[in-house]
């Protein structure tokens, strides 16, 4: 069945590879920006309605690269403070359990897990790497990752820590995960979610 039968009735949300696409640049493209409306509402949105805006070449592109799921019924976007929400998705997104949301300026804005000092420590550390390849990038290193993972064995099976980085309307933000990085779930794409519909306002 085609994603295009029943627009008026069937929901379209991104997929983790549709998040990590949709928010991997400072600088998004038009279809960057188009998948980016899917997590820009309180709700999810209609086929039909991203269509009014979109082209349908897009969301059949978009639809064959994995980029975005079809959903029977809507979705409302998460609506508690990150901080509080975070304890809710942690368990699905870090192999320890541990997290945290950090800018790119380097400063914590939620954790769980982590002491605050980890945190902190961990928030100036993403920052500095996410400077580094922001440099190199303009320097005409053409940086594919938007992560970066530390190992402690040898053997590089399961990351000690990853940082994973992601703009959102401008501001840059450091996923810190402790432990295997658990993000191809639909808990990944929630927490975007609810940081791209709060722009973290409600944060002290």
């Given at each position: 069945m085609?994603?295009?039968?029943?627009?008026?009735?069937?929901?379209?949300?991104?997929t983790?590879?549709?998040?990590?696409?949709a928010?991997?640049?400072?600088?998004?493209?038009?279809?960057?920006l188009?998948?980016?409306?899917?997590l820009?509402h309180?709700?999810?949105?209609?086929v039909?309605?991203?269509?009014?805006e979109?082209?349908?070449?897009?969301?059949?592109?978009?639809?064959?690269?994995?980029?975005?799921?079809?959903?029977?019924?809507?979705?409302p976007?998460?609506?508690?403070?990150?901080?509080?929400?975070?304890?809710?998705?942690?368990a699905?997104?870090?192999?320890?359990?541990?997290?945290?949301i950090?800018?790119d300026?380097?400063?914590?804005?939620?954790?769980?897990?982590?002491s605050?000092?980890?945190?902190?420590?961990?928030s100036?550390?993403?920052?500095?790497?996410?400077?580094f390849?922001?440099?190199q990038?303009?320097?005409?290193?053409?940086?594919?990752?938007?992560?970066?993972?530390?190992?402690?064995?040898?053997d590089?099976l399961?990351?000690?820590?990853s940082f994973?980085?992601?703009?959102?309307?401008?501001?840059?933000?450091?996923?810190?995960?402790?432990?295997?990085?658990l993000?191809?779930?639909?808990?990944f794409?929630?927490?975007i979610?609810?940081?791209?519909?709060?722009?973290?306002?409600?944060l002290?």
């Amino acid at each position: 069945m085609s994603i295009l039968d029943n627009a008026d009735k069937t929901y379209i949300t991104l997929t983790p590879a549709g998040v990590f696409e949709a928010f991997s640049q400072q600088a998004p493209t038009a279809m960057q920006l188009a998948l980016q409306a899917l997590l820009s509402h309180r709700e999810t949105m209609l086929v039909a309605t991203w269509l009014e805006e979109y082209p349908e070449l897009w969301l059949d592109g978009f639809v064959e690269q994995g980029f975005i799921e079809r959903l029977s019924t809507f979705l409302p976007a998460p609506n508690l403070p990150l901080d509080q929400f975070l304890p809710y998705v942690v368990a699905s997104l870090s192999g320890k359990r541990r997290a945290a949301i950090a800018s790119d300026d380097g400063f914590c804005l939620a954790r769980i897990g982590y002491s605050q000092e980890e945190a902190d420590m961990l928030s100036v550390a993403a920052a500095d790497f996410s400077g580094f390849m922001l440099r190199q990038k303009q320097r005409g290193w053409s940086v594919g990752s938007r992560a970066i993972s530390f190992f402690q064995q040898v053997d590089l099976l399961i990351p000690e820590t990853s940082f994973v980085f992601l703009w959102i309307d401008n501001d840059g933000y450091a996923l810190i995960i402790d432990g295997e990085p658990l993000t191809n779930n639909r808990a990944f794409v929630e927490l975007i979610w609810g940081i791209k519909t709060s722009g973290l306002k409600f944060l002290d």
